[in-house]
């Protein structure tokens, strides 16, 4: 990129590297994927990163995690480079180390006094009230059917105070 245009690239600590897995696979960072690899791949591991990031900063997540990695970013007021550089530091060390990138996000959450996160995007945040406030009629209109008799009334109460409760969760 700086051979093609006059692009600032960060200095080579503060580089890294997201992967996206399909599920919550998650590897640690660079350093203990090529541990967990082994020798074989080492080489191959190194060749790919070499002098362009460092090695423990490659980290991996979910798509879910993403949400919740950039979710408490805003929250906090912090960057991204902010959460990983944390994330990395934290690695560094046994002590520290996690095993779940759930658990960074909730460090990272006590580090900055941030006691909740929004997940989610606005379209997807809509698009649940949408469903939710769809199921939500349709438990009021077989509620109504089911009274005539009071036969099955209470199950749907349940539900819907259980649909109420998953929807105030989400959104504190």
Known sequence: MIKVSEVEIAPFEKRYA?????????????????????????????????EKL?????????????????AVCKASGTELEDFFDFC???????????????????????????ESIQFGTER??????????KVNMSVQTSQSYWKQGEFLTG??????NELLKLSIARNN
Request: proline share 2%; with cysteine; charged share 25%.
């Open 155 to 160: 199950n749907y109460l349940q539900l819907k």
């Open 54 to 70: 460092p090695l423990d900063n490659v980290h991996f997540c979910g798509v879910s995690d993403l949400e919740s990695i950039l």
């Open 124 to 133: 997807l945040n809509s698009v649940i009230d949408e469903l939710s406030s």
């Open 18 to 50: 997201v992967v996206i897995t399909h599920q919550d696979f998650y590897f640690g960072n660079g350093i203990k994927l090529a541990s967990y690899l082994g020798d074989e791949y080492r080489g191959r591991i190194d060749d790919v990163v070499q």
């Open 88 to 114: 990395t530091l934290e690695e560094s060390d046994p002590l520290t180390a996690k095993f779940m990138i759930k658990q960074h996000v909730e460090a990272y959450m006590r580090k900055h006094s941030v």
